[in-house]
């Protein structure tokens, strides 16, 4: 067992951008740190955020820590977690996902497991259900995630044009995965599923090439927005907001509240604070975050133990 004391960096993630529902996802210079040292026995949870978080056996990185060893029927090692949040809980940003991936490295790294990287990827989306935010914030960068017939992935990295700037815009409310999730459609029709996979086609090509009059139509959908956006107070009028303030498109991030605008990058603020001012309009507060894409994914940094 690895003695030092081992952090685990997370990016936070936005997933879907439009038409790329459940497979597209993005990683963000954003990030969640945990920390992770092993004790004679037990479990000792800690954390620093304004989230309230559990401290017990049911906590999503203890429970990823765990299933690494479970995997290879390995005793679970007594561990302290100390967790420092950045990622808001319940907006949209991956913050299961920064949990999960920030388990399994932690594991990893503390019982030296040696793990694959595919492994890993394979324990995450098991986790979590669905790839789209947990792949990018293991690999970093863009990834598109495909499913092939019999159940296998395919993990594709998409170029991201220096040209489309990232604005994530936080409401002070959260919305819950699972309502996200049971107000979806059970089925679509034709026309929109063809709508779907042609605007989804254009979307990697257009943040690929940079083409922004692409990306305007690109982030267009019928498959989840049209129903999610009845759950954001004031989806259209912030949405309206941030194109009058020259955005290219605004889109639920994963599951919401949080809206992605993408931008010229030297227009991020502008687009940011027109948003912030709509919902405040409607009473509601809202911080807006500049970022980039992270192209590194979750890393670990060991620290030595001081002696004496």
Not at 46 to 75: M, T, W
Not at 169 to 177: D, E, G, I, Q, R
């Amino acid at each position: 067992m690895v003695k030092e004391r081992v952090e685990v960096i997370v990016p936070a993630t936005t997933a879907n951008l439009g038409p790329g529902f459940d497979c597209i996802g993005a990683a963000l210079e954003l990030y969640n740190h945990f920390h992770f040292r092993e004790i004679p026995s037990g479990l000792s949870i800690h954390y620093r955020g304004s989230d309230h978080i559990s401290q017990s056996k049911d906590n999503l990185v203890y429970r990823a820590f765990c299933r690494a060893f479970e995997l290879l029927s390995k005793p679970v090692p007594g561990v302290e977690i100390e967790i420092t949040l950045n990622v808001p809980l319940a907006r949209g940003l991956g913050s299961s996902a920064t949990a999960i991936v920030g388990g399994l490295l932690g594991a990893n790294a503390i019982g030296a497991l040696n793990l694959a990287p595919e492994t890993l990827l394979q324990l995450a989306i098991a986790l979590e259900g669905h790839p789209d935010n947990v792949v990018p914030a293991l690999q970093g960068s863009c990834q598109l995630c495909v499913q092939g017939q019999q159940g296998q992935w395919v993990f594709c990295p998409v170029e991201w044009h220096e040209s489309i700037g990232i604005l994530a815009v936080v409401p002070n409310f959260k919305l819950s995965t699972q309502a996200a999730r049971e107000i979806l459609p059970k089925s679509v029709s034709l026309a929109d599923a063809v709508f779907s996979s042609s605007h989804l086609g254009l979307l990697i090509r257009s943040l690929q090439s940079g083409r922004v009059d692409w990306l305007k139509v690109a982030l267009q959908d019928r498959l989840h927005q049209p129903a999610r956006m009845e759950l954001i107070t004031g989806f259209k009028t912030v949405q309206a907001a941030a194109m009058a303030a020259g955005a290219y498109g605004v889109v639920i991030s994963g599951a919401g509240p949080t809206l992605l605008a993408l931008c010229a990058p030297e227009n991020r603020e502008r687009v940011g604070s027109a948003m912030v001012s709509a919902w405040a309009q409607l009473d509601i507060e809202a911080e807006a975050k500049l970022l980039n894409l992270d192209r590194q994914g979750g890393r670990v940094v060991i620290h030595s133990q001081p002696t004496g």
